[in-house]
């Protein structure tokens, strides 16, 4: 119905300007369009059931909600104009077979210079007066519901069949008995006459007119025409309402899309045999003139066509607009929403005030570009749709409509993109604007919901395919990024509402370079896995939420074990895909281990970071991390680096990437050397800044000699903090050293710590906590005021228990406020090679 319609009102005028030969290869072009439009369309509606909604549902549970509710308002936004289109058209037509009936008159009589006695058009006024009553009745009917519709349906559609009938009656039995007024009848002469195109220049009521305001041409008789090849989606549009939508939509939308092209190829050989260029442009209504058996037939014919087309676009866009409502993407839309089964009732007034809106524009041609426009980005959606899921094959992908290929949707896609660019850039790139401005609204404040997308698949390949690309050999140092494997609850000690401490989801932040790279955020629950299941996953939807409210990508694991330390060592072990497992382990420092149960803390540390350099894992443990910087604390001071060991470059590359945020960009980074005494202490410095200079970073290089370095435990108030920190560590070791001997020699059992024989060398302990000294009071001689401090952490010494190693720990960060304790592991993570 929607096609016929425009079939006497715009053809005519496309034959006198285009021509024959340009006209057929217009209709062709649409066609094609809507006609692979339409294949695609049967495959993703025969692909499963289909709610309300038509192609806004195909479209956003093949691309996205975001995409479905830009391009579906967009459609909304079509079909309301288009009704303004329609109704317009009606009230012309109507205007033309009753001109008595105006209350404004203007008459034109300039056609192409040559008079061809007065051309009348109704008054722009007379348009809008009518239209606005028009649409006011139809609105009437709408909100009778789909029975009443469905029951005023056939009063439409029969006088269309039957008009059809009389124009192709009447234009075989046109005679050139009538030269006078330009009609020839089926002549060969005309038809040669009218093949090559004469585009001219109109006024805004579409009247030929040498001093026009308006220059016809190919592109935008593109425009004027398309609409008429726009009804593909009636059947779509009420899905709801249809019995069997896979049988329903697939046969009916092709074969009205073949039906009407043909008649539309057919019509463009008889207009242009039928009458002289002339007239074909001045009378926009000629098939009335020539029709049998008279012309009142016609009028009536195309008055309830048009009105009939309004009616459909009055009652598809309501419900297109409900049907993105009750998805709750858009809380704004939420007025608009229904009950299953209820009518649209507000979102019909909305779509009338649209309609009204463009009806007192008052110029068909000035709005059928818009409403092209809105379908096109409709049908460019429908084909990409189909394209994505052909192209990405997946599983669930079996439509029952067969004839589809990804190439085909391609096809129409490029073709919708092309007639947009062709009718008018400007309004092109005004509709693409729309639908990204729209877009970009629901990505910010719409409600996230997963349908099954078609994008969610493409990720899930891409990741695949990038995951084999990467593939099992060792990344670049080019190429590597940190991926962390933050212990969110080493210690529980935190409120059991919060799942993560918040600064260490900051310091994550600050271990990726302007976001990029992945973090893993993981808790273990001690207990039972059967017993615990459920909790574990309410768990890791808190942790997840709780990610996201920190603006920190990544992703939320939680682990049931028997112990912290069995649940670390399968992380650790199985976290992870290929070169995507995580390289680095974050944890806080368990500054309250001495109030806690002395005996389990120090086990569990040392055994997470044995089992990190087991698993070739680089470690990081933050000490002070309830005063880490958020993102609004601006930091000021130096970064200092005691680089110790070779770490791979670890740490510098840390160092540079605290520079990239914003509470470190002030800062400068100073790196701590220790050299041997009879070393070449500028030589090394020199070296040393030389490489960084190679590296690309900036940092000032301080060499530290062991004679320099041994005379700083002699004096100085700085040292007397660090000496009372080594006293009170000697104490609690020999004091825990003597309690092991005792047990041993009443237990009669071999010295055990930590469940297992040791061998406790006190000489070797005293001398790992005099170096711990040494290093602790350099950082408070030169680091004190530092906005943070970078150390390499000493790997646990093999047969010490741990207790041991943490009163070493607890040493080297006595008194430090905010130190970063790293380890690298048995790689580059740094190239001085570009």
Known sequence: MVRMSLLPMGNQRIVGMAGIGESLLLVSFCGLCTFLTGISLSAIATNGAMKGGGPYYLIGRALGPEVGVSIGLCFFLGNAVAGALYVLGAVETFLKAVPAAGIFRETITNVNVTAVGPVESPSSHDL?????????????????????????????????????????????????????????????????????????????????????????????????????????????????????????????????????????????????????????????????????PFPAIIYIGIILSTLGAALQSLTGAPRLLAAIANDEILPIL?????????????????????????????????????????????????????????LLDAPSWRPRWKFHHWSLSLLGASLCIVIMFLISWSFTIVALALVSLIYYYVSIKGKAGDWGDGFKSAYFQLALRSLRSLGASQVHPKNWYPIPLVFCRPWGKLPENVPCHPKLADFANCMKKKGRGMSIFFSILDGDYHELAEEAKAACKQLGTYIDYKRCEGVAEIVVAPSMSEGFRGIVQTMGLGNLKPNIVVMRYPEIWRRENLTEIP?????????????????????????????????????????IVRDGGLMLLLSQLLLTKESFESCKIQVFCIAEEDSDAEGLKTDVKKFLYDLRMQAEVIVITMKSWDRQVEGGSQQDESLEAFTGAQHRITRYLTEMKATAERERTPLMADGKPVVVNEQQVEKFLYTTLKLNSTILRYSRMAAVVLVSLPAPPVNHPAYFYMEYMDLLVENVPRLLMVRGYRRDVVTLFT
């Open 603 to 643: 086990a569990t540390f040392v055994g997470i970071i044995n089992d990190c350099i087991v698993a070739n894992k680089a470690v990081v443990i933050v000490k002070g991390l309830d005063e880490w910087p958020n993102e609004y604390q601006r930091q000021y001071g130096t970064i200092d680096l005691y680089w």
């Open 334 to 390: 939420n007025y608009f929403k229904v009950a299953d089964g209820s009518e649209p009732h507000i979102a019909t007034l909305f779509t009338a005030f649209i309609c009204i809106g463009c009806v007192v524009i008052g110029n068909l041609d000035l709005i059928t570009p818009t409403v092209t426009m809105f379908f096109l980005l409709c049908y460019a959606g429908v084909n990409l749709s189909c394209f994505l899921l052909d």
């Open 128 to 292: 809008q007066i009518y239209g606005i009553v028009v649409t006011i009745i139809l609105c009437f009917i709408v909100f009778g519901g789909v029975k009443i519709i469905n029951r005023v349906a056939p009063a439409f559609l029969i006088p269309v069949l039957f008009s059809l009938f009389c124009i192709f009656i009447g234009i075989f039995l046109a005679r050139k008995d009538k030269p006078a007024i330009g009609v020839t009848g089926l002549s060969s002469e005309t038809f040669k006459e009218n093949w090559s195109p004469g585009y001219q220049n109109t006024n805004d009521a579409g009247v030929p007119d040498p001093e026009g305001s308006v220059y016809w041409n190919f592109h935008g008789l593109v425009g004027l025409f398309f609409p008429a090849v726009t009804g593909i989606m009636a059947g779509s549009n009420r899905s709801a309402s249809l019995k069997d939508t896979q049988r329903s939509i697939p046969i009916g939308t092709l074969a009205a899309t073949l039906t009407t092209t043909a008649m539309y190829l057919v019509s463009v050989l008889l207009f242009g045999a039928l009458a002289t260029r002339k007239k074909l442009l001045a009378d926009r209504l000629l098939i009335a003139t020539v029709a049998w």
